[in-house]
Antibody, heavy 121, light 114 residues
Framework: QVQLVESGGGVVQPGRSLRLSCAASGFPFSSYGMHWVRQAPGKGLEWLALIWNDGNNKYYSDSVKGRFTISRENSENTLYLHMTSLKAEDTGVYYC??????????????WGQGTRVTVSS | DVVVTQSPLSLPVTLGQPASISCRSSQTLLNTDGNTYLNWFQQRPGQSPRRLIYKVSNRDSGVPDRFSGSGSGSDFTLKISRVEAEDVGVYYCMQGTHWPPMYTFGQGTKLEIK
């Protein structure tokens, strides 16, 4: 069965960086577009970034463009989110989710358990 | 940018009664490929989101048939025919039609038992 396991969250000071990981199993990872989605405390879901299956195309929401970088290592079935210049408003639970095997990658049919990021001094 | 608006934001329902959630977008969600990329998700308390419905009306495997999705263009609805206790949580619609990719979630509708 599909399994997505996020890790790398924690408490970080404003302005610092953090890298999140999402370990995937149970499906052909290299064939799937993948997303990062976050949820601020008590708030709704916010899409952050998409990476195509081959890693050649990446898209970001305006709220993280220029600060966050999505990447993947298909040989290790792992998705990443490198976050820089972190702000208090980046606090929340970060989820990875499957995008499906073809454009426009709207699947979102599997989700990890999430990893919590707290940006605070 | 396309805006997705759900209503109501809070939905108290008596067990066994029907429930309905509306999702409206500021632009049509009919894609040039002929598909309408509108999904519905359920997030139970303390859990990750779970997809219930994809492309307006296709129910995911394992989703009870009391859940149904309908609509077209910019107006969509999620219906629960008879609410059960396990349906408590927040429901989100999400559009994935528009370019550049901007997958927009609705604000969420919190369903509770009256």
């Amino acid at each position: 069965q599909v399994q997505l396991v996020e890790s790398g969250g924690g408490v970080v000071q404003p302005g610092r960086s953090l890298r999140l990981s999402c370990a995937a199993s149970g499906f052909p990872f290299s064939s799937y577009g993948m997303h990062w989605v976050r949820q601020a405390p008590g708030k709704g879901l916010e899409w952050l970034a998409l990476i195509w299956n081959d890693g050649n195309n990446k898209y970001y929401s305006d709220s993280v463009k220029g600060r966050f970088t999505i990447s993947r290592e298909n040989s290790e079935n792992t998705l990443y989110l490198h976050m820089t210049s972190l702000k208090a408003e980046d606090t929340g639970v970060y989820y990875c989710s499957t995008g499906g095997t073809s454009w426009p990658y709207t699947s979102f049919d599997s989700w990890g358990q999430g990893t919590r990021v707290t940006v605070s001094s | 940018d396309v805006v997705v608006t759900q209503s109501p934001l809070s939905l108290p329902v008596t067990l066994g009664q029907p429930a309905s959630i509306s999702c409206r977008s500021s632009q049509t969600l009919l894609n040039t490929d002929g598909n309408t990329y509108l999904n519905w998700f359920q997030q139970r308390p303390g859990q990750s989101p779970r997809r219930l419905i994809y492309k307006v009306s296709n129910r995911d495997s394992g989703v009870p048939d009391r859940f149904s999705g309908s609509g077209s263009g910019s107006d969509f609805t999620l219906k629960i025919s008879r609410v059960e206790a396990e349906d408590v949580g927040v429901y989100y619609c999400m559009q994935g039609t528009h370019w550049p990719p901007m997958y927009t979630f609705g604000q969420g509708t919190k369903l509770e038992i009256k």
